[in-house]
């Protein structure tokens, strides 16, 4: 299996829909992270998941919600977005940084979001 | 002021070609850590090569080293004998602290390998 996983790839959802990203690692990390990708901007680091802990919160506005069962898993729930919210929407996950990691990221392929 | 700067928007270099991306930072923390990825059309971001401040040579992986010039403040990636599947989008990202969660992204450079 690859290390993370996110499904689905690409998703079309209107403004009033309700959908949810999911992330799965096989890398027995200890981190996980919602990053969003625009045209033309750096990436924007959304959520920090660590040891099941949600640990930053970048000013995302609520219509984004994330959820960490646990280690393995990270959800991204979408609700009543809008098209500027259109994106590619990473995970990543790594071991805890700190002295004895430097916590490089391992990420997924993406989720392509489309908003109409 | 940027704290992640890649001049280069995009490169085009000749296969078998070495090529370097340029990255400087910023920052007043002593310790830090400075990470380059590769992002192919697929979309999935690959760690290419980890340097630390503290680090006192440069970081190398394979065809991937990086020219790390602490007095500049630049930590240039350079790839030798470029391959075609080196075309790609570049990343250069910067973690102050040693605990901090929050990496500081440049914009990157596109990459395109002539043949």
């Known amino acids: 299996e690859t290390g993370v996983t996110q499904t689905p790839r690409h998703l079309v959802m209107g403004m009033t829909n309700k959908k949810s990203l999911k992330c799965e690692q096989h890398l027995g990390h200890n981190a996980m992270y919602w990053y969003k990708q625009s045209a033309k901007k750096p990436l924007e680091l959304m959520f920090v998941y660590s040891l099941e802990e949600r640990v930053e919160n970048n000013s995302v506005p609520s219509r984004f919600s994330p959820e960490c069962p646990n280690s393995s898993h990270l959800f991204l729930h979408l609700h009543t977005l809008q098209p500027e919210d259109s994106a590619l929407y990473l995970c990543a996950s790594s071991f805890l940084p700190g002295l004895d990691d430097t916590g490089e990221l391992f990420f997924g392929e993406g989720s392509r979001l489309t908003v109409l | 002021a940027q704290k992640i700067t890649q001049t280069q928007p995009g490169m085009f270099v000749q296969e078998k070609e070495a090529v370097t991306l340029d990255c400087t930072y910023d920052t007043s923390d002593p310790s830090y850590g400075l990470f380059w990825y590769k992002q192919p059309s697929s979309g999935e971001m690959i760690f290419l090569i980890y340097q630390g401040s503290y680090d006192q040579q440069n970081a190398t992986e394979g065809r991937y080293s990086l020219n790390f010039q602490k007095a500049r403040k630049s930590a240039n990636l350079v790839i030798s004998a470029s391959q075609l599947g080196d075309s790609a989008m570049y990343f250069c990202?910067?973690?102050?602290?040693?605990?901090?969660?929050?990496?500081?992204w440049g914009a990157g450079t596109k990459l395109i390998i002539k043949p």
């Open positions: 990202a910067m973690r102050e602290g040693d605990s901090n969660y929050q990496l500081i």
